[in-house]
């Protein structure tokens, strides 16, 4: 498990998000030092991973100059992965953002503080990978967000993994969605 709270990844991938869309180089590299500020407190860096678009924070120890040193890895569990593209639009992201976020309010009204975690993950995932609405999520990254997502990125609680699938219930219950068939074992 990684050794970066929460919400000092949430703040990494804001902040790369930013720089991104900043309208020149002295904006986008303020943002970029707040956030590897943020990171080097908790011992960690990041980078962008080209191939797949995807921000990769990580302890600061693997490293030997700017490279990664295989031998240095312990636990790869330790990084945390965020895609910072997918198949949405990713100029939608604020948009996308402050809808998934109503959406989670709507779920804490309604179920509680397990059913809200879970369904704030949720609407991480759904709108950094894809940059989509929750309810408009496929089977597909259902079992993707259980299977791959959820164990790796969320930190759930015994309590919150064992109430996710009742959460994603939720999340398309107060959308007034069907939620897609989907095979992945739900608990």
């Known amino acids: 498990m990684t050794d970066l709270p929460r919400e000092v990844v949430d703040a990494a991938e804001r ?5 991104r869309r900043a309208v020149d180089d002295a904006e986008a590299a303020a943002y970029e030092r707040d956030r590897d500020d943020r990171l080097a407190e908790y ?3 990041a980078r962008v ?25 312990e636990d790869t569990d330790r990084a945390v992965e965020i895609p910072l593209s997918g198949s949405g639009d990713p100029e939608q992201w ?27 993950a949720f609407a991480d995932f759904m709108g950094n990978h894809y940059a989509r609405r ?10 993707e967000f259980l299977t791959e997502y959820y164990p790796r ?6 309590k919150e993994r064992e109430a996710v699938t009742q959460s994603l219930d939720h999340v ?14 739900r608990r």
Do not use: K, Q
């Open 15 to 19: 902040l790369t998000r930013l720089a």
């Open 43 to 45: 011992g960690f860096t």
């Open 49 to 73: 991973r080209e191939d797949d678009d995807t921000l990769v924070c990580h302890p600061a120890e693997w490293l030997e100059g700017d490279t990664v040193r295989m031998d240095r890895i």
């Open 94 to 120: 604020d948009a996308v953002e402050a809808h998934n976020a109503e959406v989670v309010e709507r779920v804490a009204d309604r179920a509680g503080d397990v059913h809200t975690a879970n369904a704030r």
């Open 134 to 143: 929750v309810e408009t999520a496929t089977a597909e990254e259902l079992r």
């Open 153 to 158: 990125n969320a930190w759930p609680s015994e």
């Open 172 to 185: 398309f219950a107060v959308t007034e969605t069907a939620m897609p068939e989907f095979s992945a074992v």
